[in-house]
């Protein structure tokens, strides 16, 4: 396993996303819908960050990937939106943006439940995957197009707790008998 972004990086980089943000909504109260699991760490540190009136709600979208590195079917739940978010300003956040399409599914959903607005955040984007025409109006960092865990993303539910991010490398995955 290799560390692609650091401590120190990450804390730079969401430092800037905290700014852009209080630029962005000026004093409005916000209300930030995490995608579970994999954004919980990013969550956790962004939040801190950001000098607004904010409330915090979760959705839970899961791709099985069993073994594999690649993404299976996507299952979406939304169940465990709590508050209204009709009227409010919404940022979707996650950890990764992928092919897409978890954000891209995801939308259309917050959308029906009426938002003043609706804009997307997320830590990671791998290059030359995307598969939808939607573009984050948020990314941290930019990353090749590597398997990558640590700071909430997993490898078959592991790795989670890393403090930074590193890339999967071939002889970890062979190594892995989780
Ligand atoms: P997308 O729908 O293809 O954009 O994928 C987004 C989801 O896939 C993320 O929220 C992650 O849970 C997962 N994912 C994509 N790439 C990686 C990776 O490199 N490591 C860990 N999880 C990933
Ligand atoms: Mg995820």
């Known amino acids: 396993m290799k560390t692609l972004i650091s401590q120190e990086q990450l804390r730079e980089g969401i430092d800037q996303l905290a700014k852009e943000l209080r630029t962005h909504y ?3 109260p916000l209300t930030i819908i995490g995608v579970l699991i994999g954004s919980v ?6 939040i801190r960050r950001i000098d607004l009136p904010l409330r915090m709600e979760l959705v839970q979208a899961r791709s099985y990937r069993g073994n594999s590195t690649r993404p299976g079917p996507l299952v979406l739940n939304l169940d465990l939106l709590s508050s209204d978010v009709r009227g409010r300003d919404v940022l979707l956040v996650d950890d990764i943006f992928d092919t897409g399409n978890t954000l891209w599914e995801l939308l259309p959903l917050i959308d029906e439940l ?21 573009k984050p109006h948020h ?25 930074y991010v590193a890339e999967l490398e071939p002889s970890d995955l062979a190594e892995s008998g989780h």
Request: proline residues 5%; hydrophobic residues 45%.
């Open 139 to 163: 990314v941290v960092f930019d990353i090749p197009n590597v398997f990558v865990v640590g700071y909430g993303l997993d490898y078959q539910d592991m790795y989670r707790n890393l403090p």
């Open 41 to 46: 760490v990013f969550l956790a540190d962004l």
């Open 26 to 28: 000026d004093g409005r």
């Open 114 to 134: 009426g938002p003043a607005s609706v804009r997307t955040a997320v830590l990671l984007r791998k290059e030359g995957r995307c598969e939808v025409s939607l």
